[in-house]
C-alpha cells in the first residue's frame, strides 16, 4: 500500500479555496488555540512542549521543551522569542509554503509560545530575498493586531507581546542562531562564542533568548491543542509529529509533503510520492537532510541495531523517515531536504557546487572555515577545471576532517560532512575523473569537458 | 540625502520598533536601497548618524551583506539560482541562454542598462528548480527549454525599474 | 583597603594537579604554571574573540552519577572524566574547581598543526621583507606547533599591500590573520572606533573607513599587538632586523604616569620604543606621541661639551669653577622634574652646603585620561620625597626677581632653559649661570659654566610617579664621548664644595644613602625596586594639589578618599 501523508502543519497549503487572509483563516478554527490556551499558565504551555518530545525543525533537532528549559529566569532581564525564517539551507524550501500559504499559522504559533516563554517581545527574521513573504506576514500581523491576537493584552489576558518583522539580506550563516542575533542588533552575522553566549542566557542585547524554526513555532501551536502525550503518540519514539519532506534533484515530482514521523521509508517517499527516477536514469545518491548532511549512496548498506534490540540491514531506500535511523545510517535528517542525484551526476561536479556554496558563505570569523572552505573550493574548482591530481581526494577529506569539530559554529560541520563522506563514498568516481584528465594531459589534450554540472 | 518622505517616514518608523536603534540597520539599508538603487557614500554617514554608530560599522555591514550594493545597477535585476538543487537541473545553462539573449556579462550590466545577470545562492524553492529570481519576483521552473522565453519577455517588458536608480 | 583574599582551585593539566586563581582565563592560568598555550586573538586586556581556534584543548570534568549525584570512578580510585565530545578553546574557559586540561594529544596536536596550515593557507611569503620577522608568532608557532610543510599548491588570495591606515600605521592586508586584536583594542581601549572587516569569508579585509585614519595617539599599540607583520609602524619599517635590536628596560619621561617603557638599540644607536607591561601602571599600552622621545638623542644641539666662559674646556676646570661660584654665596637653584631621584638627591645635599632659594617650574600639558596626565614631567614627587619641595611648585618668579635684585649672584640650573621662563639675556648674563643640559639654548649659550647632562637614555637611575611608585630606568646607550652621568657631575661638585672625596653614584650606592636619609626609603635598596616598581607612603604630601587627573590606574579622587579614611 503506497504511503500516505498526514498533514498536521500543511493542513491548509494548497487546500483549494484557501486564502491567506485571516478570515479564512479563522473560518478554519484559527486562533483558537491561542485563546484557549492564553488562559493557562505559562508553566503548563511548556510542559506540554516538554511532554510531546517535539524536536526543533531548523536542522539541529533539538527537543524544544529542553531548550525553553535552559532560559534564564533569574536575571530579570526582559525575553525574546525570535523566529527564525532564513530558511536557507540547500535543498530546503518547507518554511515558504506556510509563510505564503498559511501564514497566520505562523503567528498564532508565535504569539502562544511567546506567551508560553514569557517573552517581551517576538522578532521574525526573515530572508531578504523572500520579499512577498515579508510584505504576506507583515499583513498578517496586522489583521492579527485588529483582532487582538498581537499586541497588548491578548484576548484580555494581560499579556502582550508586539511582533517585529525584520528582513535579512542574503547570508546563510546568518540562519544560525546566534549569527541571527548578531544579525538582528545591526551587525554583521558573526555567531558567537558558546561559551559564554548561550542564547537562553546571553541572546538578543544579551537578554535570554529561544530562536526557533517556523515549522517549530507552528508545532507547537498543535502540540497544544492536541496536549503534549496525545502529540507523543505520533511518529516514534524519540522523534514525535511529522517532518516535511522536500525533495528536489532528478526525481519525476519534486515537491513537498508531511509524513508521519518513522512511518515510510525514503523509497516511499521518491516512488510513492515522487515518481521515482527520470525516465531511464537510476539514482545514484541522496543528501537526505539538505546539503550539509552527508551523502548516501545507493547501493550502500548500513547494519544497525533497532530499538527493540533486533539487528537489520537497511539500502539507502530502505531507511525510515525519522531522526534516529538517518543518524545510525551516519547521516542525519537535518531539514528534510532531500536532494536526489542520479546516474548522470558527477559526484565530485556535486561536491564542488556546494563547496563553492559554503565558500561564499563563510562569515570568515574563525580560522578553519574561513581557510578551510576556500581552500576546499580552490580544490574542487581545480579538479573539475580539468588539473586534478591522485592525492586532491584525500587531501579533500583531510582538510574537511581539520575543520569539523574545532570552529566557533556548526558551519564548520556543514562545510566539512559534504567532503567527509563524498570523497570515501566515491572514491571510484574521483580516481576516474582524475585519471581521464592524466590521460589528456599526458597526451597534451584540453581537459576532459565535464558533462552535467558546471561551475563558474 | 535625497530620500523621498514617505521612505524617511517609514525609516524613523522602523528604527522606533527596536529596543536598540542599531538593530534597524539591516532594514534601514533596504529602504535606502529600495529608494535610490543602491547605497551611497552619503548614505552610509546618513545612516551612521541615524543609528548613532561609526561609520565603519555600516559599511562593515553593506559589504557583508550580498544583497546591498554601493553601485547602481541595470533596470532588472536577474538572480539565477546556482546551487545543487538548481544546478541538477540545469541552472548553469540556463544562466547561459540569459546572458547571452540579454547581451549580459555574468555579474555585470548588460551594455543598453537594463539588465544585471548574476548567479545567487539557494532560494529555498529547491521543489520548483531551476529557479530565477527577477527582483522581487521568484520565476519556478525555468528549465533550460524555458529560458528563452524567459529572456523574451523580460526584453518585451518596458515598465520602469522597481529599483530606480536616482542620482 | 585591602582585598578580599582570591580564592583558588584545583585543575589538572596533563594529568598534574595545580593550584590557580577561581575563574581565571585558562590560558592565563597556564601561562602561569608554565604550560604555554599558543594563541593569536586572545589577549589579556581585551574581550575574548575566540576566532582563531589555536588555542583548542581538551577540556573534561569529574563525572557524577546522575541519580546519587556522587562522584564516578575509575578501577583505581580516580575520579572518571567526561571528556568533551570536541576540543575547546583555552580562551573561553574560565577556571572552576575540577577541571581537567589535556595540552598534548595527538588530537591537540592535531588541532593546532591544522589551525597552523590553514593560517598560512593565504599568508603572503614575506618573511624576508617582514618587519615581524624575528617576533612574529606566526613564525614561532609555525615551528613549535606546526606540520613543517604546506600542501596548498592553489593562488592564493590577492588583497591591498600596502594601506597607510594612518600617519604612524602601515597594513598589509594579505598578512592579516583576521584575528580582530586591532579593532577591539580601537574600540575598547583607545575609544576610536575606526576599524572593522569588510567583505566576507576568506575575502574579508580590515580596513578603516575610507576619509578616516587611524590617527589616534595610541594607534601604535595595534603595532605591538599585531601577532604578524599585518600592521607595521611607519617609522620603523624596513629600518633593523629586530633580532639585532638590544632591549633595555626605561620609563617614560612624557609625563607623571611613568608608563613602562622598553627602549631598542644597537651599537648606541635607538631604533624604537614600545610598551613594557606593568599591570599596575600601564598595563601594556604607551602612547604614540612617547615613542618619539628618543629622537632628539642624536640632535645636533646637544650639549657634548664642557666650557666656561663660552670656551670648551676639561671637566675638571669646569667643575672647579662651579664650586668656586657656589661657594661665594648668593646661590639660587633651578630645579628639574625629569632630574632622577637619584640627581634630585645629591642636588639636595648641595643645596644643604650652600643654602639658597629653590624652584621647580610645573610644566602642564592637556591629559587625556589614559596614560598622559596633565603634569609633563616624570619625576615631579622625587623633589618632595627628597625634600627639595615641601609644596606645589611656583615656578621662577621669586628667583627671577632676587636675581634682578642681586640677591641671587649665582644660579645653578638643571635642564631649564630661563629664557622660556622670562628671564631676559641681560638678566642672564647678570647672574653668573652653571647649566647643566643636553642641548643647547639661549640659558646655556650665556652661562658661565655649561656642563653636559644626559638623557634617560643615556642613564640609570628611578623616578616616582604619580602613584608614588619608584620605578628604575636603565641606560641604552652611552651618552655623547667625553660625558659622564648627571649624578657624577652633581657629585664632584659636591666634593669640592666639602672638600671630602666625592661619592660613589652607582645606584646602589646612592641607593644606601637615600635609604638612610628618607624616612620613607628606609629598608629600600636599589634591587628591590624590581621591574615594577614599589609604591610608598605618601602621607606626608597628602596636602599638595598635584592637579594631574585621572589615567587608566590612578584615580585621585580615591586616593584622597583613602587618605581621609
Known sequence: MPATERRIIYCHVDEPGYTTDLDCYVRHGGYEV????????????????????????????????????????????????????????????????????????????????????????????????????????ERAIAEARAKNFVGENILGSGYSVEIVMHRGAGCYICGEETGLIESLEGKRGYPRIKPPFFPA?????????????????????HVLDMGGKEFAKIGVAGDSGTHIWGVSGHVVRPGYWEIESGKATVRDLLYDFCGGPLPGREFKAIIPGGSSTKVLRVGEKFKVKLTDGSAAEWGVLDIPLDSNSFGLCGSALGTGGM??????????????????FYAHESCGQCTPCREGSLWLNKITTRVCAGNGRLEDADLVKNIADQVAGRTICAHGEAIAWPCQSNVPKFKDEWEAKVRAQMQAREHGGAPVPRKGLRLV | MNLSPETAASIDRTIALYPQKRSAMLMVLHAIQEDQGYISKEAVAWVAQKLEVAHIAVLEVITFYPMYRQAPIGRRHVKVCRTLSCALRGAYKVCDTLQEELSCPLGETSADGNFTVEFVECLAACGSAPVVQVDEHLLENISPEKAKDLAAKLKADTTPAMLPSRQ | MSAAPSSTVTITVDGRDYQVPAGVNLIDALHDVGIEVPHYCYHPKLTVAGNCRMCLVETGMPLRD?????????????????????????????????????????????????????????????CPICDQAGECKLQEFATDFGRGYSRFIEEKNVKPKRTQLGPRVTLDDERCILCS???????????????????????????????KELANNYSLNTVDICPVGALTSTDFRFKMRVWFLKPTPSISTESSVGVNTTVWSREGKIYRITPRDNDAVNDCWMSDSARDLYKPVEDPGRIDFFAVDNCKTSPDQALARAAELLKAGGVGYVGSAHSSLEEQF??????????????????????????????????????????????????????????????????????????????????????????????????????????????????????VNQQWRVQRFFQAVPGPAGTVPDAQLLAQILARLSSAPAVVTSPEALWTSLAARVPQLAGWTWGVLGSLGKVLDASAWAHVPFGEGSSLHYDPAALTAVKAG
Open chain 3, 66 to 126: 546522575r541519580a546519587t549525584g556522587q562522584p564516578v570512578l575509575e578501577a583505581d580510585g580516580k575520579p572518571k572524566i567526561g571528556w568533551g565530545p570536541k576540543p575547546a578553546v583555552a580562551c573561553t574557559t574560565n577556571c572552576t574547581n575540577g577541571l581537567n586540561v589535556r595540552t598534548n594529544t595527538p588530537l591537540v596536536k592535531d588541532c593546532q598543526q591544522g589551525v597552523m596550515e590553514f593560517l598560512l593557507v593565504n599568508h603572503p611569503l614575506d
Open chain 3, 346 to 463: 645629591l642636588l639636595r645635599q648641595i643645596i644643604g652646603l650652600e643654602p639658597g632659594p629653590v624652584a621647580f617650574t610645573a610644566p602642564k600639558r592637556q591629559g587625556d585620561g589614559l596614560l598622559i596626565s596633565n603634569d609633563a614631567t616624570p619625576n615631579l614627587r622625587g623633589a618632595f620625597l627628597t625634600g627639595l619641595l615641601k609644596d606645589a611648585p611656583a615656578g621662577v618668579a621669586d628667583v627671577r626677581a632676587e636675581a634682578i635684585s642681586g640677591a641671587i649672584k649665582t644660579l645653578l640650573v638643571i635642564h631649564e632653559d630661563l629664557a622660556t621662563l622670562g628671564f631676559t639675556d641681560e638678566l642672564l648674563r647678570k647672574v653668573q649661570v652653571i647649566y647643566v643640559g643636553t642641548h643647547a639654548n639661549r640659558t646655556s649659550d650665556l652661562a658661565q659654566v655649561v656642563l653636559p647632562g644626559l638623557t634617560v637614555f643615556e642613564k640609570t637611575g628611578s623616578f
Open chain 1, 34 to 137: 491561542l485563546r484557549k490556551h492564553i488562559q493557562r499558565k505559562p508553566e503548563e504551555l511548556c510542559a506540554e512542549v516538554k511532554d510531546s518530545g517535539v524536536r526543533g525543525r531548523g536542522g539541529a533537532g533539538f527537543p524544544t521543551g529542553m531548550k525553553w528549559g535552559f532560559l534564564d529566569r533569574k536575571s530579570g532581564k526582559p525575553i525574546y522569542l525570535i523566529c527564525n525564517a532564513d530558511e536557507s539551507e540547500p535543498g530546503t524550501f518547507k518554511d515558504r509554503q506556510i509563510i505564503y500559504k498559511d501564514p497566520h499559522q505562523l503567528i498564532e504559533g508565535v504569539v502562544i509560545s511567546a506567551y508560553a516563554i514569557q517573552a517581551k517581545m517576538a522578532f521574525i527574521y526573515i530572508r531578504g530575498e523572500m520579499v512577498h513573504g515579508y510584505k504576506i506576514l
Open chain 3, 181 to 211: 586584536r586591532c579593532v577591539r583594542f580601537c574600540q575598547e581601549i583607545a575609544k576610536d572606533d575606526v576599524l572593522g572587516f569588510i567583505d566576507r569569508g576568506s575575502h574579508s579585509t580590515l580596513t578603516c573607513y575610507p576619509g
Open chain 1, 201 to 221: 542566557v546571553l541572546g538578543l542585547y544579551n537578554c535570554p533568548t529561544i530562536v526557533n524554526n517556523v515549522e517549530t513555532l507552528c508545532q507547537v501551536k
Open chain 1, 339 to 356: 536532494i536526489v542525484m542520479d546516474d548522470t551526476t558527477d559526484m565530485v561536479e556535486a561536491l564542488a557546487n556546494l563547496n563553492a
